[in-house]
């Protein structure tokens, strides 16, 4: 096996309160989500249906603002959820697109990212 193919995997020490954090904030995002949901105002079973203009825009726009933040925690759950699968088959820090490890700096912000920078740059083009 040649040294450029070779996978050096972060050591299980490291790795576990990594996982330890990123259990947590699942936990977190899961009661963020349900927040959210909760402060919809078309979740209020005893909301009016017979609301004046005025009324109806502001549960429009709260509704539409509780249907963004909860697209974004849904999918800050999946990228936690995937670190965390990563972990468990022993990929963590290796970049699921190339291959290659993830910059520890990289990881150090944001330890749910699955992708190394360069492949999230090559992604948003």
Known sequence: M???NEVIKFPMNLIMPIKDFLEDEMVKMKVTKKKINQADPFSDESRSLNNSVEEDLDEQLGHFDA???SRFVDRQIIQI???LARIKIGKYGICEECGEMIDTERLA???ETTVCVKCKKESEK
């Open 2 to 4: 040649s040294k450029k």
């Open 67 to 69: 249907q963004i933040k």
């Open 81 to 83: 959820r995937k670190a």
């Open 109 to 111: 912000i944001k330890p």
